[in-house]
């Protein structure tokens, strides 16, 4: 009997030793292992914003910093809950997080014109929102939009996180809108076989209601591979329906194998025209005369020169800057005199003009926008207008000579050319100077050639 007290007595005591022992080995490594310590869990984070998962550590026992591997990115751009899973030495730490939209819509009102009978939505009145989340817009409460006149309302924006900005916008309430948009910028063009123009470079459609508001182009049968006459059409329809339509003539060329020179002359006929003839005649060169009626005597070589072969065009019938420039239908009434005085002498109504001054004059400038409107108006009449990017500077008619073939032939080797020259009335020094210009121009194997309105237009920058 007292033997099997003492067995028991025995395994008791072993017993007890092993669990101190077992307690003992648990306790060394639950308190010896890494743990990480969190600032907070679970924390907050603002939608869409950037964070470093380490930076939420507070401290860690019995490792280092350096010792942490991340093994879930955060991500911020999901409203709700989310979880990062951390790791040191074999051991896994999870942090709760939460990612909540607090910040409201910034946003940026308009006004708006508004037909009277449009539907009409709160977005109409916004310009800009900026959130980290989707938004929504209504109005604030019901609106009629039945009346003319001016009404303000009230349009609520709220995201995804119900955070709310209100603002305000105006409505005015206009009569039916019935007019169209009109077009800027469309001017006919001449390209080289092969060319990609951009039929959009300058183009504006601007609608009096709408502001400035996208178009289309309609290229239809438009080849740039094949020489020829094209027309494409441009199309803009505002937002009350209203549509304008227009066409713009596309010329497309053979690429040219030589040099060529366009020569031109201004201001004649006068009493030099026959010698101007004269000396084209000798050296076997076509011009294009820019006739005026300055000298009504000498209208008579307008019908030598074409006869001849050489092109006419329209420059100007009394050359008076002030009284043409007066406005753009004094511009027009001069345009259709010379017109007629060309028609009278050649039977021929040209579609080939230079403005006076070109079309980068400031002669005009007591006129605001007057060039820049009858640049797009002549051609919408079946003009084409020619400025130059060469010139003999005769322009001056006090130069001599000398100087005016230094000048027109400091252009040599640029092609194409298009030359302004001059027949001065009672200057001699644009006569002399012509045949030194010619010789040299022809010495450098250009080919010259006359105007006709598939010829690019060689157009200014317009400065009024």
């Known amino acids: 009997m007292k033997n099997t007290l003492n067995k028991k007595r025995y395994l008791c005591i072993l017993l007890c030793a092993l669990l101190i022992i077992a307690l003992s080995v648990a306790g060394y490594i639950w308190f010896s292992m890494p743990r990480i310590h969190f600032t907070q869990n679970p924390i907050t984070l603002e939608v869409k914003e950037t964070y470093s998962a380490k930076a939420f550590i507070k401290k860690i026992d019995h490792g280092s910093l350096q010792d942490v ?81 001016k009404q303000t309302v009230q349009i609520i924006v709220e995201d995804e996180g119900k955070n709310q900005t209100t603002v305000k916008a105006v ?92 020569l031109t002359i201004d201001d004649g006929p006068s009493a030099n025209t026959l010698k101007v003839l004269e000396i084209l005649d000798r050296y076997h060169v076509k011009a294009t005369f820019f006739v005026t009626a300055q000298c009504p005597s000498y209208l008579g070589y307008i019908k030598t020169a074409y006869q001849k072969g050489h092109a006419i065009g329209l420059h100007t019938y009394s050359h008076d800057y002030g009284a043409l ?52 108006a002549v051609q919408e009449r079946g003009y084409q207008y020619y400025d130059w990017n060469s010139s003999s500077g005769d322009g001056n008619s006090a130069l001599p000579s000398a100087s005016l073939i230094q000048e027109a032939t400091s252009y040599g080797g640029a092609s194409p050319l298009m030359m302004l020259t001059h027949d001065h009335p009672g200057s001699q020094a644009s006569v002399e100077a012509l045949p030194a210009i010619i010789e040299y121009y022809q010495s450098l194997g250009y080919t010259f050639k006359t105007v006709d309105s598939s010829v690019s237009g060689f157009h200014h920058g317009i400065n009024n």
């Open 69 to 149: 591997h991340v093994e879930t990115n955060i991500d911020t751009t999901k409203l709700g809950n989310h979880q990062i899973t951390y790791t040191i030495d074999g051991h896994t730490f999870t942090l709760d997080y939460i990612v909540k939209d607090s910040k409201p819509p910034v946003v940026v009102a308009q006004d708006q014109k508004i037909s009277i009978g449009d539907k009409v939505a709160p977005e109409d009145f916004i310009q800009k929102i900026d959130d980290a989340t989707k938004t929504t817009a209504r109005f604030a409460k019901a609106y009629s939009f039945t009346k003319l006149g």
């Open 171 to 262: 409505a005015n309430i206009l009569k039916k809108d019935t007019q169209p948009p009109v077009f800027t910028g469309i001017l006919d063009m001449t390209i080289q076989k092969g060319e990609k123009p951009d039929f959009k470079k300058g183009v504006e459609a601007i609608d009096d209601r709408d502001g400035k508001i996208n178009f289309t182009i309609n290229k239809n049968n438009f080849d740039a591979k094949q020489p020829g006459r094209y027309s494409i059409t441009y199309q803009a329809i505002d937002n009350a329906g209203n549509k304008t339509e227009i066409n713009r003539t596309i010329i497309v060329q053979e690429k040219t194998s030589g040099k060529i020179i366009y």
């Open 325 to 376: 420039y007066a406005s753009e239908s004094a511009y027009f009434k001069d345009l259709q005199n010379i017109s007629d005085v060309v028609k009278q002498q050649t039977g021929l109504t040209p579609n080939i003009i230079r403005f006076p001054g070109g079309s980068s004059n400031t002669v005009s400038s007591n006129v605001p926008g007057l060039m820049t409107r009858l640049a797009k």
